[in-house]
């Protein structure tokens, strides 16, 4: 089996508040960038990757690379105006002689080599799978600044990245969505869309994704302490 790595970095960082493209905002020493590149390299079923970037940032993703050590194939290419838009731009980069897709966000820079594999394996299975955890806070819906319903949360999960797709099956469904207008905030909706079966697979809750400066804050915190794997 054959799998190519697509990491999405080519978000601002706006709500960061920082100066620099999110995936480029330095933690424990390193680009944010830096750790997804690390994971997928030593993913013994990835043969390469694609990472996506701002257009004005190449430069500093190929420097970004060259200090992760890693030692398969990676391309380059300036990302679209949204998340979508630059999975399907890095699709278009994957070899045909891959298997399967794994798609991350650079912005969880604590996915384990370990969480990406068992996702490689489940979507070969399956069709598709993806890193998930139950939902575990009460959920509440809203109108105006008033609850109005409380949500059962059995059967809930979190969707993460690392998600991972047969790449036909992926590819399929991004044309598809192209073609209907259709817009998804992640991979697998594109896929369920199509009715094919999406696994879940375990994920971590120190797999979070870095959107605000709280999130970063504590991202520091956890390579402080020495917890990430």
Same mark, same amino acid.
Not at 23 to 30: I, R
């Given at each position: 089996?054959?799998?190519?790595?697509?990491?999405?970095?080519? *978000?601002?960082?706006?709500?960061?508040?920082?100066?620099?493209?999110?995936?480029?905002?330095?933690?424990? *020493?390193?680009?944010?960038?830096?750790?997804? @590149?690390?994971?997928? *390299?030593?993913?013994?079923?990835?043969?390469?990757? @694609?990472?996506?970037?701002?257009?004005?940032?190449?430069?500093?993703?190929?420097?970004?690379?060259?200090?992760?050590?890693?030692?398969?194939?990676?391309?380059?290419?300036?990302?679209?105006?949204?998340?979508?838009?630059?999975?399907?731009?890095?699709?278009?980069?994957?070899?045909?002689?891959?298997?399967?897709?794994?798609?991350?966000? /650079?912005?969880?820079?604590?996915?384990?080599?370990?969480?990406?594999?068992?996702?490689?394996?489940?979507?070969?299975?399956?069709?598709?799978?993806?890193?998930?955890?139950?939902?575990?806070?009460?959920?509440?819906?809203?109108?105006?600044?008033?609850?109005?319903?409380? /949500?059962?949360?059995? *059967?809930?999960?979190?969707?993460?990245?690392?998600?991972?797709?047969?790449?036909?099956?992926? /590819?399929?469904?991004?044309?598809?969505?192209?073609?209907?207008?259709?817009?998804?905030?992640?991979?697998?909706?594109? @896929?369920?869309?199509?009715?094919?079966?999406?696994?879940?697979?375990?994920?971590?809750?120190?797999?979070?994704?870095?959107?605000?400066?709280?999130?970063?804050?504590?991202?520091?915190?956890?390579? /402080?302490?020495?917890?990430?794997?």
């Amino acid at each position: 089996m054959k799998a190519s790595a697509i990491i999405v970095a080519a *978000g601002s960082g706006r709500r960061l508040g920082c100066d620099l493209p999110k995936a480029f905002v330095p933690l424990g *020493g390193h680009p944010m960038l830096y750790y997804a @590149v690390r994971a997928v *390299g030593a993913v013994k079923d990835i043969t390469e990757a @694609v990472i996506t970037l701002p257009a004005e940032m190449l430069g500093e993703g190929r420097s970004v690379v060259r200090g992760t050590g890693v030692d398969i194939p990676v391309k380059l290419t300036a990302g679209g105006a949204e998340r979508q838009d630059s999975v399907r731009i890095a699709l278009a980069l994957v070899s045909a002689e891959s298997d399967v897709v794994v798609v991350h966000d /650079a912005a969880r820079p604590f996915a384990s080599p370990r969480l990406f594999g068992e996702s490689i394996r489940a979507a070969y299975l399956a069709g598709g799978a993806i890193a998930a955890i139950p939902v575990s806070d009460t959920l509440k819906q809203v109108d105006g600044d008033a609850i109005v319903a409380t /949500a059962p949360r059995i *059967g809930l999960y979190c969707a993460q990245t690392p998600q991972a797709f047969r790449r036909e099956l992926l /590819a399929r469904a991004h044309d598809e969505a192209t073609r209907d207008r259709i817009a998804a905030t992640d991979d697998a909706e594109l @896929v369920e869309r199509l009715g094919a079966r999406v696994a879940i697979v375990e994920g971590s809750s120190l797999n979070f994704k870095i959107t605000t400066r709280d999130d970063l804050a504590i991202a520091q915190a956890v390579i /402080a302490a020495g917890l990430t794997t």
